[in-house]
């Protein structure tokens, strides 16, 4: 089975950065990686998402200010996130998209506090 397992999350100030990682585990070729965000009481929206050659697209609300990146050797996806608001605080889900499907990873909390 498939797994996909995010680190990096946690609390900074407004202006700083932070950096998220996911790993997928299983016998899987994407198509498509992405980082979507969820705050409390919103849908979720789909932060920057990345194809197998590296092409990349982002969202208007962190556009020139997070960078996704993937390592295909070693299945993993990244989100640097700079310049962060308070805006930015939510969970954000790594997403894997397939022949066989979508899959989603649990979630990390991202909290942009003073």
């Known amino acids: 089975q498939v797994q996909l397992v995010e680190s990096g999350g946690g609390q900074v100030q407004p202006g700083e950065s932070l950096s998220l990682s996911c790993v997928v585990s299983?016998?899987?070729?994407?198509?498509?990686m992405a980082w979507y965000r969820q705050a409390p009481g919103k849908q979720r929206e789909v932060v920057a998402v990345?194809?197998?050659?590296?092409?990349?697209t982002y969202s208007d609300s962190v556009k020139g200010r997070f960078t996704i990146s993937r390592d295909n050797a070693k299945k993993s996806v990244y989100l640097q996130m700079n310049s962060l608001k308070v805006e930015d605080t939510a969970v954000y889900y790594c997403?894997?998209?397939?022949?066989?499907?979508?899959?989603w990873g649990q979630g990390t909390q991202v909290t942009v506090s003073s």
């Open positions: 299983g016998s899987i070729f994407s198509n498509f």
């Open positions: 990345i194809t197998s050659y590296g092409s990349t």
């Open positions: 997403k894997i998209e397939t022949a066989a499907g979508g899959y």
